[in-house]
């Protein structure tokens, strides 16, 4: 570079900025769109036990406020996750709730929970564990939910005697194996979101919220209970006895209740 003296001052002549090529910028523009594809993975569960640790969270590990959060977070994704498929399928919305308050059905909520608790010890090791746990957990919850649910209210909500390897249309293979699939999808990608996710909520005010919505989902069960064996009652020819069932049904009537429970089925139908 050539120098001039002028005055007694040095002038440099100006000097030329270099120039980035194509071939520099596109492995940069890839490196770059790596990094943003890698944000949106999910935390492994190492990273969340961790996490969890150093902030001293008021929901870490498997206690009660992270297994009431699963069972409320899942028990509302499972009935959005479920209408979206409905539309798909059959191009309408459709009730998929399980309880009369809110889009929340206690089936996804305690499938959610019990995959926790049976695949929690197993969420650092390979796949077919999660495989093999989330079929024998998911086929069990929907057995014995389905099971539960004619006992005491001598109704269905699903039914899977017109399918290969069915278990007293309860259960059958397909089903158990999605379940399987989800166990993994689950212990592997969902639970370390839900529980990043979790981690967001202050400590100062997690427990207080936790309790309030225990409270409300408790209250929301019983009267949905009540409201199910009134409106059984009722295709039965019984008339209301007591201030409560008159309430019950001015309140909920079959028209409403056959809104929220689109898929229930009754004994008497099903033998029919």
């Not at 206690?63 to 977070?73: A, H, M, Q, R």
């Not at 099971?147 to 699903?158: A, D, K, P, R």
């Not at 209970?225 to 309140?251: A, F």
Request: proline content about 4%.
């Amino acid at each position: 570079m050539k120098e001039e003296e002028k005055g007694g001052v040095i002038l440099c002549p100006e000097e030329k900025k270099p120039e980035i090529s194509c071939e520099v910028l596109e492995p940069i523009s890839k490196k770059n769109k790596r990094k943003r594809r890698h944000r949106f993975s999910a935390p492994t569960n190492a990273e969340i036990d961790l996490q969890e640790k150093e902030l001293e969270h008021f929901a870490r590990g498997i206690n009660f406020y992270k297994l009431f959060l699963v069972l409320f977070i899942g028990s509302f994704v499972g009935v959005v996750v479920e209408s979206i498929w409905c539309i798909l399928k059959n191009g309408y919305l459709e009730s998929r709730a399980g309880l009369i308050y809110g889009p929340f059905n206690l089936v996804y909520g305690f499938g959610a929970l019990v995959l926790t608790l049976a695949l929690y010890r197993f969420r650092h090791r390979s796949w077919p564990h999660a495989f093999l746990g989330g079929f024998l957990v998911g086929s069990t919850v929907e057995y014995v939910c389905s099971f539960v649910q004619e006992l005491i209210f001598g109704t269905t909500s699903w039914d899977y005697s017109g399918m290969p390897f069915n278990l007293n249309g309860r259960i059958c293979l397909l089903y158990s194996a999605f379940w399987g699939l989800l166990g993994i999808l689950w212990i592997k990608d969902l639970y370390p979101r839900l529980s990043k996710g979790i981690m967001r909520i202050p400590n100062r005010f997690g427990k207080p919220v936790v309790w309030i919505l225990c409270i409300f989902m408790i209250f929301n069960s019983i009267m949905s209970c009540v409201t199910v064996i009134r409106w059984c009652e009722r295709l039965e020819g019984k008339e209301p006895s007591n201030g409560l069932e008159t309430y019950l049904d001015r309140q909920y009537p079959n028209e409403q209740m056959e809104k929220i429970y689109a898929n229930m089925i009754f004994a008497q139908d099903k033998d029919e």
